[in-house]
């Protein structure tokens, strides 16, 4: 239930100021302004508690965090922006968490992004990102979903954000990102020498229908192993009115076994979009011992901004089927959020 990554603004229903490829201004600015000039932050908190109905077990994840956007702006237009996001997280009692927790009762400075990507060199079309940045595949890439509660398949891949360089930019039909990285979530680690090349091409992020192509291909650290992991996607995303209609396929290997995962969403904005509703299903199939394995899984969540710092959210997932060959779960997560 961990997410690690990018900077969220609740309002946002489609690609936010993080995922953008940042494209340079020609908008001449005072040599004299002050350096706070184009520079937004805030303190993020969020408490999620989470309900397993089948075991009768409560679990939870407290986020304290500070998140800081920066532009810069030189003689001739931007040149660069600068995402800072460092999150402390405590998990109590948290099932399966990352490798990079000692258990389920940890606390762990994180990262979500910590980046800066360099703009100046092709007005947007060709730009340059150096640190710690979400992988680019998938529905992900123009949708943020860090600090929320749906989220999307990135654990299908065992990573979602990692220390790398990337290029990027805005072509006039195309949008892309290129990257290396580490292969090791959120510490730069030199061990087992993990890798990561991935990628996503899509059509422009403004339209009412975007489609896009991925692939990720490297070995990805999971605790003091790599596990080798190939995989292509396809992502379509379609926005009518105050609807938002989502798809991704992808399919591959994990560790030399023949994967394919299929996700589809449908969901609904008020006309203030301060009320998210959403439903969400995933099914995965895996190839093990020449036997083809499926799971699924259905969730429904509600996003509330009922303030304008404060936001509720409440997701209730049930896993009809699970490939692994544990028990299907049944929870209810809820969180409160707020950005100061």
């Known amino acids: 239930m961990l997410c690690v990554s990018a900077w969220a603004d609740s309002n946002s229903n489609r690609t936010s100021l993080t995922h953008q490829n940042d494209v340079s201004s020609t908008v001449r600015i005072d040599k004299n302004e002050s350096f706070l000039k184009n520079t937004r932050w805030a303190i993020d908190v969020s408490t999620r508690q989470i309900r397993n109905l089948e075991a009768d077990e409560w679990y939870s994840q407290d986020v304290y965090g500070f998140d800081l956007h920066k532009v810069f702006t030189g003689p001739n237009g931007d040149y660069g922006t600068l995402v800072f996001q460092p999150y402390l997280v405590h998990l109590n009692n948290i099932p399966n968490p990352p490798f990079f927790f000692d258990d389920g009762n940890d606390w762990e400075l994180t990262w979500r992004i910590a980046n800066f990507n360099y703009t100046g060199l092709g007005h947007g079309k060709f730009n340059v990102r150096i640190g710690h940045f979400e992988i680019p595949f998938g529905l992900e890439q123009n949708i943020d979903t860090n600090g929320t509660l749906r989220q999307y398949s990135f654990s299908n891949r065992g990573i979602k954000a990692d220390w790398g360089a990337s290029i990027n930019g805005n072509l006039n039909k195309l949008d892309y990102e290129l990257a290396l990285t580490r292969g090791s979530s959120n510490e730069f680690l030199d061990r ?3 890798y990561i090349l991935s990628g996503r091409i899509g059509t422009p992020s403004h339209k009412n229908t975007i489609y896009g192509f991925s692939y990720f291909y ?3 650290l999971a605790g003091t192993q790599t596990i080798r992991r190939k995989q292509l996607g396809l992502d379509i ?15 591959g290997e994990n560790s030399d076994i023949e994967v ?4 589809g969403e449908i969901s609904w904005r008020n006309l203030f979009e301060s009320v998210h509703l959403y439903t969400q299903t995933k099914t995965s199939l895996s190839k093990i011992n020449n036997k083809w394995e499926d799971g699924f899984s259905l969730s429904v969540g509600i996003d509330w901004k009922f303030h304008k710092q404060l936001s509720l959210g409440s997701q209730v997932t049930h896993e009809f089927d699970n490939p692994t060959g544990s028990n299907a779960d049944l929870t209810a997560a809820f969180q409160l959020r707020a950005r100061i």
């Not at 394919?260 to 996700?263: D, E």
């Open 192 to 194: 087992d020498d993990p």
């Open 218 to 220: 490297g070995d990805v």
């Open 237 to 251: 995303a379609h926005y009518y009115k105050q609807w938002e209609f989502l798809s991704e396929l992808s399919g």
């Open 260 to 263: 394919l995962n299929w996700l």
